[in-house]
């Protein structure tokens, strides 16, 4: 199994920024694709950003310019750094990975437990 832990989530005031990690355990034999999604209340999940094995990397056009993702291979760990933060930028944040537990297993979907980041204006 395989565990994702984020960290790194807060109060912050507008204009202000903050870096978020993302820690994968566990049994892993690859990981693949990674990336953040956020949830404001009321509001679905929705993609920020995410960056292949090689390093390839998408966001959403609310964040182009402002966020960073970034992963360290050998630490099997995610980046999201967030600058000039807005208060529509407000959400749970949460980091996902699809990776391989063993040579022997499909690819699975993980999730983490969730980060809160609150954007004062």
């Known amino acids: 199994q395989v565990q994702l832990v984020e960290s790194g989530g807060g109060l912050v005031q507008a204009g202000g920024s903050l870096t978020l990690s993302c820690a994968a355990s566990?049994?892993?034999?690859?990981?693949?694709?990674m990336g953040w999604y956020r949830q404001a209340p009321g509001k679905q999940r929705d993609l920020v950003a995410t960056?292949?094995?090689?390093?390839?990397?998408n966001y959403a056009d609310s964040v182009k310019g402002r966020f960073t993702i970034s992963r360290d291979n050998a630490k099997n760990t995610q980046y999201l750094q967030m600058n000039s933060l807005k208060p529509e930028d407000t959400a749970v944040y949460y980091c996902?990975?699809?990776?391989?537990?063993?040579?022997?297993?499909?690819?699975?979907?993980?999730w983490g437990q969730g980060t809160q980041v609150t954007v004062s204006s």
């Open positions: 566990g049994s892993i034999f690859s990981i693949d694709a």
């Open positions: 960056i292949t094995s090689d390093g390839s990397t």
């Open positions: 996902h990975a699809v990776a391989q537990p063993s040579l022997r297993t499909t690819w699975f979907d993980y």
